[in-house]
């Protein structure tokens, strides 16, 4: 198998390394601003270690003329002959394209003898991989065609669902799901009840009817985590309709438990939906969750910016987005050592002090009120301690 070396793993040594791997060349990568004792991946080398390997060629991927030629010198001061160092500085290529691959480059073999013979700028290979993307645009562009009619009649048929909404109901694998990140913050999606099929709360929320309900029907929006929602318990055994039984028809109790939340997480879904409702009383449920996302958070965030937040949603998030095999607390739930003791119970008292104060001013900035909700601290803290020493999911 042709062995191939990418330097540099910028936008273009990402585009060659796509190309390189679907002609079926065996790479290796070198990077001088990557730190290679945080991967276990083994296309990522040294620099040091390139004389170890018997590369059939080198390409120099930057789109800075002047850093090419500083990365020439290394490559010839490591005995590397120059008719093997080729440069590329483009990235047009992408995962997308790879259906026309073999419309425009042959068998690895002959490909890597054609890019031996072209010159140091290759700018055949350039060229090629230019005329590429303009037919990879014109098939898109007829594509698109299709796709927007097929978009006209998802629209026509749930013409009331957010985008979101249509995109999970049109979805083939819904078990592998576990939230829906909306802007600005994240809803766990509801396995028992899905009533609303835009923020799926336990009880379908009618936004417009509740900015027009008649003045004298008062609003009490509950905020809260899997202790509020109980979505395994039918509706009327949940805390909201109890409260809602009390109060009686002059007021709207609603449910905006998610499971999981923080009142971090509850303030951010209060600005995103709740606060055009004005509601004249808000009651956030908290502490249990705030507790048990705090041992496994990050401490900068949690210390620094008094921000608690649940990470198996948004630190997972970012991981697959970036595809970092950086292992996170959350994905370690049995291990009794899976926690941040950097971070002390007066740390998360300090940031569930201040986004509660934050949360006040918000409701009263609306004209409302907030009553915050929470068990006894003491039998908290200490069923917290003993999470501590011993957690697990």
């Keep these: ?43 990522f080398m040294d620099f040091q270690a390139i004389p170890s390997f018997a590369f059939d060629i080198y390409f120099i991927c930057c789109v800075q003329e002047e850093v090419r030629h500083r990365i020439l010198e290394k490559l010839l001061g490591q005995n590397i002959p120059k008719e093997k160092i080729k440069f590329i500085h483009t990235y047009v290529y992408k995962p997308q394209m790879s259906f026309l691959v073999k419309e425009y480059f042959s068998n690895a073999q002959e490909v890597l003898q054609e890019w031996l013979g072209e010159s140091q700028d290759m700018p055949d290979f350039h060229q090629k991989l230019q005329t590429m993307q303009e037919a990879y645009f014109q098939k898109k562009a007829i594509s698109s065609e299709s796709l927007w009619k097929w978009r006209e009649e998802v629209d026509e048929a749930i013409p009331n669902q957010t985008i979101f909404s249509k995109i999970y109901l049109s979805t083939f694998v819904k078990s ?27 009880k379908k929320i009618d936004f417009d009817a509740l900015i027009h309900r008649p003045k004298h029907i008062k609003l009490i929006a509950c905020f809260g985590n899997s202790a509020l929602r109980v979505e395994y318990l039918p509706y009327k055994e949940s805390i909201t309709a109890f409260l809602q039984k009390e109060v009686g028809d002059s007021y709207i109790v609603l449910n905006f438990g998610v499971t999981g939340y923080t009142i971090y997480e509850q303030l951010m879904l209060y600005n995103a939906l709740c606060f055009e409702l004005k509601p004249e009383l808000v009651l956030s449920f908290f502490l249990g969750t705030d507790f048990r996302t705090g041992l496994i ?63 006040r001013a918000i409701v009263s900035a609306g004209g409302g009120g907030i009553s915050c909700l929470y068990p006894t601290p003491i039998a908290l803290q200490v069923r917290m301690e003993r999470r501590r020493k011993s957690y697990a999911a």
């Excluded at 990402?14 to 991967?39: A, H, I, P, R, Y």
């Excluded at 592998?176 to 336990?202: C, Q, T």
């Design 1 to 43: 198998m042709q062995k191939v070396l990418i330097y540099g793993f910028g936008w273009s040594g990402q585009s060659m390394l796509e190309l390189c791997l679907k002609l079926g060349f065996e790479c290796k990568v070198v990077d001088d601003s990557l730190n290679l004792s945080f991967t276990k991946n083994d296309v």
């Design 176 to 202: 592998r799901l576990d939230h829906i990140a909306y802007p600005g913050f994240s809803v766990g999606i509801s396995m028992y009840k899905r009533e609303d099929k835009d923020f799926y709360f336990v």
């Design 297 to 359: 958070s990050c401490d900068i965030l949690v210390k620094k910016h008094k921000i608690l937040y649940g990470p198996w949603w948004a630190e997972g998030d970012y991981k697959k987005t970036i595809q970092s095999e950086m292992p996170l607390f959350s994905e370690m739930g049995n291990n009794p050592q899976a926690v941040n003791n950097n971070i002390t119970f007066s740390d998360i008292n300090a940031a569930i002090k201040m986004r509660l104060e934050q949360f």
